[in-house]
């Protein structure tokens, strides 16, 4: 995707001055993001920048204290979770949370039901296919792998065929093996015209994986770039390095 | 006798316990046993039965909203009593009316319904839940009592609410209209009480078996998960919870009917507390556990009550809850299942190995 | 009667329902705030401590006396119920809350068991005023002080004691104070005995101006446990404040329409205040 696109398509996903104050802690400070429709986005900073605060606000977890939010043209910022998701949102957090009493088919079943009674088992291998857990569909969630359970959870998260994703740190706890399988799918689906924004700390995966990057700061855009801008900025690895 | 089978298969799943034939006759023998029961048994026996069956429906009423969806609902009492009054005060206004007790048993089904909407969407769509919703609506029980009591000298028509003594002067169920009304007495009560038991149980295990039970079970092991994934769970929440109080107040208006009365202390602290000793103990993640738990504690508290003291006897049943909560925190029925499942692995494996063992072809492959 | 007569009635109602509402629920707070344990059994202690109480005045000890025996005998029974039941819940709250549900009901039944449905209690000490229509025993403001310096030893055992310091660094994050030393198990279990000890001297003061039977606990344990959700995890600010609110509610109402509608628009209004704020009053005065 070149810069024209990214600019001219109609986004798909915008926010305009995103604020969120906590008490006297402002956690994101007057965010304006753009993203167009199948464009793959990372979203990177040290901790603290207010990443994971910025997704929250994006699923209706946190309300803002200013600023709207844009998805598909329509204002959600009032809108409750479960409507964005609706709207064709998908989430993953970074705390994995599959079922974990739950059979992995059965995990899959609990999104694919949402809007019919059974979901197609067809679909359910499709997407079992996807992340290599076709041998494993009887398996108790809990008895897998933490990499396993990620793309469990990933794969719950990509069953309804959002428009938007947002993954939150996919990768934490994943082996190399692992991380490159994700980088596969992850570029699977924004071939399939997905857009998706990923936050990672992992710069090897954020190297094979990003075509434009937003860098957070203590809650504010901080800069934008293509990966081979933001290893070069100095800037950049300064704040990573810490102004403590 | 497959399209039988078939069939059954609605009824089956892993949400409830019992997918085999084996299961099923013994489900139709237990049945069975019950209803033969009246005709081994005296009228005095059948009484007794009566209400351990109809307290069932309270403890299948807070499976399905505990167990099932993971609501704290500590107030399923609550329900069951307003399911009583109502049929003590629609039926003892209505009953020379119509002859019949037909829409007091009605408003005793939708009255409670209609209370936990309220109760309901004041609560979920208000982000109550966990120990908060447990408070609440132990609270609102509390508060029934408090205000049932406080009826002295109260009437509601021809009905006299009584106060802490409630009222005693309800009529039987009577089903039908005018001179052909059919009033329930003690053995056809049983009757009764067993048809819609059974219809229950069959109608929660075709219901939890299938996709509501699955988005239900969502609800409970993460709720926050399952709104992520487009469910409405504050809609979802308050509909478990409207039918389970139904379903109690079901329980109480044949409860009230049975013993034509009602009064407040079922909503009090000590007697609320029973059904979630039985499903505790049983297994509140199972149908057949609170079954079982519910009628078994009964059971055990009136022959205790009755051989030792009524007191000795809680206190028994009270030293087995709190033992089972330690020991068995999932209950005692699933225990059993797990049990019998392992023994059933075991005896395949058995079988496997010997059918392996006993085959020359099976080692050796084809000896031409 | 005459206006003054009225309000000094009302006042009187309000700080009784006060000094009942802390008392009762200073054990259960402490324990709640410390551990997120909500022990339905609370009601029971309180109990306990009255029964101790009542026998040993009975028995001929001076009141003072009395009333500490009953405090120390709940606080065993709350070390017996902490190592053999509660220690394994900690981190199944609800489990908890339904497991001291069915303390509750043992030891009630074994009161009854063991003394019967009455017991004679203690006269209430120290007489009473008047004033033209108005009269109140002096006892009650005394349970105000009595629950208000209990407050006071409560605080200075959280704020100036080395076990106080352990407690709030635990109550903060266990695992941290785990990791520098802090025996947590310790902690709980002597806050858990503190608590009940707390109930114990609440039964014993209210001794004297309730009935003592088995049941006693039962009048007390639903006002106590919504005190305390009320006021929210802050035990020192929070619970005093609820007990302050709720009693204006309470002592609004029985003067109203007497004992039942006081209890009732009691609770009515924390659950309204449960659901406009599930975190309490605390929540108002911790700065975030």
Redesign the interface.
């Known amino acids: 995707m070149t810069d024209t696109d990214r600019r001219t398509s109609d986004p798909i996903l915008e926010t305009d001055g995103l604020t969120k104050r906590?008490?006297?802690?402002v956690a994101v400070d007057d965010v304006d993001f753009r993203l167009a429709p199948g464009e793959l986005r990372c979203l990177i900073g040290p901790n603290g920048a207010g990443k994971s605060t910025f997704f929250k606000m994006l699923?209706g977890r946190h309300s803002p204290t200013e600023g709207t939010i844009t998805f598909k043209g329509e204002d959600i910022t009032d809108a409750?979770?479960?409507e964005r998701?609706?709207r064709g949102m998908?989430?993953k957090?970074q705390d994995v949370?599959v079922?974990?009493?739950?059979t992995v088919t059965?995990n899959l079943?609990?999104?694919l039901?949402?809007d019919r009674?059974?979901a197609p088992e067809q679909r359910v291998d499709e997407l079992l296919g996807r992340i290599s857990l076709r041998e494993k569909r009887t398996v108790i969630a809990d008895e897998l792998s933490h990499g396993e359970q990620q793309w469990l959870e990933i794969a719950?998260a990509i069953s309804?065929d959002p428009d938007l994703l947002l993954l939150d740190e996919p990768t934490a706890g994943m082996t190399i093996e692992e991380t490159d399988e994700t980088v596969n799918l992850i570029q699977s689906l924004t071939a399939e015209g997905m857009a998706v924004i990923v936050v990672e700390h992992d710069i090897s995966f954020v190297r094979q994986i990003a075509e434009w990057i937003t860098v957070l700061h203590n809650g504010e855009v901080f800069t934008e770039g293509t990966v081979e801008e933001i290893e070069a900025d100095e800037d950049v690895q300064r704040i990573y390095l810490g102004e403590e | 006798m497959s399209r039988l089978s078939n069939s059954l298969r609605a009824f089956e799943g892993q949400h409830t316990i019992g997918n085999s034939r084996r299961f099923w006759i013994g489900f139709c023998l237990a049945v069975l046993l019950v209803l033969l029961f009246p005709f081994v048994a005296g009228v005095f026996s059948v009484i007794q039965m009566t209400v351990f069956l109809i307290w069932i429906f309270v403890a299948l009423s807070l499976t399905l909203v505990w167990g099932y969806t993971g609501i704290f609902s500590f107030g399923q009492n609550a329900f069951f009593g307003v399911g009583g009054y109502l049929f003590a005060i629609v039926g003892g206004n209505l009953i020379e009316v119509t002859g019949a007790t037909n829409v007091a048993l009605l408003a005793a089904i939708l009255a409670p319904a209609l209370f936990a909407a309220l109760l309901g969407y004041f609560m979920f769509y208000g982000r109550v839940s966990g120990v908060y919703v447990a408070i609440i609506t132990l609270s609102v029980t509390l508060i029934l009592e408090l205000i049932t009591s406080s009826t002295t000298g109260v009437t509601l028509g021809r009905v006299d609410l009584g106060g802490y003594n409630g009222i005693n002067t309800v009529p039987n169920l009577t089903l039908g209209y005018g001179e052909t009304a059919f009033s329930f007495g003690p053995v056809p009560m049983y009757y009764l009480v067993v048809v819609l038991l059974v219809a229950l149980y069959l109608g929660l295990r075709y219901v939890l078996n299938g996709h509501t039970g699955y988005v239900l079970i969502a609800i409970r092991e993460d709720e926050a998960r399952t709104e992520m994934f487009g469910y409405d769970i504050r809609w979802l929440k308050l509909q478990a919870f409207t039918a389970s109080a139904a379903i109690a107040g079901l329980g109480g208006a044949l409860y009230t009917a049975w013993g034509n009365f009602i009064s407040p202390p079922v909503m009090g602290i000590l007697v609320a507390a029973l059904p979630l000793i039985w499903v505790t103990v049983g297994g509140r993640q199972t149908l057949l556990g609170a079954i079982l738990g519910a009628f078994v504690l009964q059971y055990l508290d009136t022959t205790l009550a009755s051989s030792l003291n009524s007191d000795y006897a809680v206190i028994v049943l009270g030293i087995i809850f709190v033992v089972s909560i330690l020991v068995l925190p999932n209950g005692v029925i699933p225990q059993i299942m797990t049990y019998l499942n392992d023994r059933a692995t075991d005896d395949e494996h058995d079988e496997q190995n010997a059918q392996e063992a006993g085959s020359p072809t099976a080692i050796g492959g084809d000896e031409n | 009667m005459p206006l003054i007569e009225s309000l000094l009635n009302v006042l009187s109602v309000i700080v009784s329902s006060f000094s009942t509402l802390l008392l009762a629920s200073l054990g259960l707070a402490i324990i709640f705030g410390m551990m997120g344990i909500i022990n339905l059994a609370h009601g029971e202690f309180i109990m306990v401590g009255a029964y101790g109480a009542a026998i040993a005045n009975q028995q001929g000890m001076p009141l003072a006396i009395s009333m500490l025996v009953g405090g120390v005998l709940a606080g065993i029974v709350g070390l017996i119920t902490e190592r053999l039941v509660i220690q394994y819940l900690y981190d199944r709250p609800i489990d908890s809350m339904v497991a001291t549900w069915g303390i509750s009901i043992i030891l009630t039944k074994i009161a009854l068991v063991a003394f019967g449905p009455n017991f004679p209690g203690i006269g209430t000490p120290f007489g009473s005023v008047r004033y033209g229509g108005f009269s109140a025993s002096i006892y009650r403001p005394v349970l105000a002080v009595a629950a208000i310096s209990l407050l006071v030893v409560t605080y200075y055992l959280f704020m100036n004691t080395e076990f106080g310091l352990h407690a709030r660094a635990t109550i903060q994050d266990a695992d941290t104070a785990r990791s520098m030393g802090i025996d947590t198990t310790r902690v709980y279990a002597i806050t858990f005995v503190f608590g009940s000890m707390l109930a114990g001297l609440a039964g014993s003061l209210f001794a004297p101006i309730a009935t003592v039977s088995p049941t006693l606990g039962s009048s007390y344990i639903i006002e106590a446990f919504v005190t305390v959700i009320v006021g929210g995890a802050n035990v020192l600010l929070g619970t005093p404040a609820s007990s302050a609110l709720l009693s204006l509610i309470n002592g609004g109402g029985s003067q109203w329409g007497g004992t039942l509608l006081g209890r009732v628009l009691l609770l009515v209004a924390a659950i309204l205040m449960i659901r406009i704020q599930p975190r309490g009053l605390s929540s108002y005065f911790i700065n975030r």
């Open positions: 906590f008490g006297g802690l699923a409750l979770p479960h998701i609706r998908s989430i957090f949370s079922y974990p009493e739950l059965e079943q609990i999104p039901q949402r009674k059974r719950m309804l």
